[in-house]
């Protein structure tokens, strides 16, 4: 990309040109949230992505945010900046383990969280995101035996909240597998008043210390509608952008990793998306998202069923 371009206003024409909409996660840049036309948790891409009249979306964000548009808007071209973009969940769950995994327990519903391959989506009955995972096990009949992948702490979050005895795959986000609880407290001693806010995929030691747990739409439903000032903010950095506009007289403090030598929690795989793979992606229109038919139809059984309890 030339130094000379303004990407900000270049992305803009391309995006008028093309009728392309750029759909960002929470937990992107600054930058991209700010060029982004639509912002949210996985829920609320689905759910855009369902409804845009744009013919292209770029999603920015992981790999099975872009597989998940394309499998509720087939038709349209469905681009991501950065195709190494990843997820360290949704490879903690092969297919084939899974697959030999509910063969050992037939009689089961299967519950996957979003941030899975479109194969393990296909495999799944309903699939859930943080939002309304305990809306979607709530729903479910109360004699029903239920496996919950691949998140081990969110499965297990949910099990306490709803009071099911789900069967959970052995899987974990890096990012929120690695704060430190130590360095948390040893904050919280330095600002009495924060209150520790987390999200579902930490460890339990942490919920357990945290004031609220949810998703990053309710997290930032919750430091809008509280009195407190300060929070301690256990989830991929990228949220505090849209909670510092949202409030910008409260004070949000990214909750310190293991490894202290980086100050923040950041997803490499989300970060791995730029301002300029963003213009090039949309100027090429590579890469696509491309889906097998008869997987995109399985995979879409579970995403519909999870969007009508949710609408
Ligand atoms: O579901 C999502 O979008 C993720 C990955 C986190 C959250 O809670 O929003």
């Known amino acids: 990309v030339s130094k000379d371009l303004n990407l900000v206003d270049e ?131 109360k004699d029903a035996k239920i496996i919950f992948g691949p998140d081990r702490n969110l499965g297990n979050y949910i099990n306490s909240v709803t009071g099911r005895d789900m069967l959970l795959w052995d899987g974990a986000c890096h990012v929120h597998e690695k704060f430190s609880l130590e360095g948390i407290l040893q904050l919280k001693k330095e600002f009495p008043q924060a209150q520790i806010i987390a999200h579902p995929e930490c460890k339990k030691p942490l919920l357990l210390v945290s004031d609220f747990v949810g998703s990053t739409a309710a997290l930032l439903k919750y430091v809008s509608q509280s009195d407190v000032q300060t929070f301690i903010v256990a989830t991929e950095s990228g949220i505090l952008h849209q909670m510092q506009l949202a409030q910008p007289h409260k004070t949000f403090i990214p909750a310190p990793p293991v490894d202290s030598t980086c100050g923040c929690n950041d997803c490499e ?43």
């Open 269 to 311: 795989f989300m970060k791995l998306n730029t301002l300029s793979k963003i213009y090039n992606t949309l100027k090429f229109e590579w890469p696509t998202i491309e889906l097998e038919e008869s997987l995109r139809l399985k995979a879409l059984g579970s995403i519909e069923k999870m969007l009508a309890i949710s609408n």
């Open 11 to 141: 992305i803009a024409r391309l995006k008028r040109e093309k009728n392309a909409v750029i759909m960002a996660h929470y937990y992107q840049t600054n930058e991209i949230q700010d060029i982004a036309d639509f912002i949210g948790d996985s829920l609320a891409l689905a759910q855009q992505a369902a409804k845009t009249s744009a013919d292209i979306i770029l999603l920015a964000g992981v790999h099975f945010m872009g597989e998940t548009a394309k499998i509720i808007s087939p038709s349209k071209k469905v681009l991501v900046p950065d195709l190494n973009a990843g997820c360290s969940l949704a490879d903690s769950c092969p297919r084939d383990m899974f697959e030999t995994f509910l063969k050992k327990h037939p009689d089961h519903i299967v519950v996957t969280y979003v941030n899975t391959s479109a194969e393990i989506k296909a495999l799944s009955d309903v699939v859930v995101t943080s939002t309304n995972a305990k809306a979607i096990v709530d729903s479910l009949p």
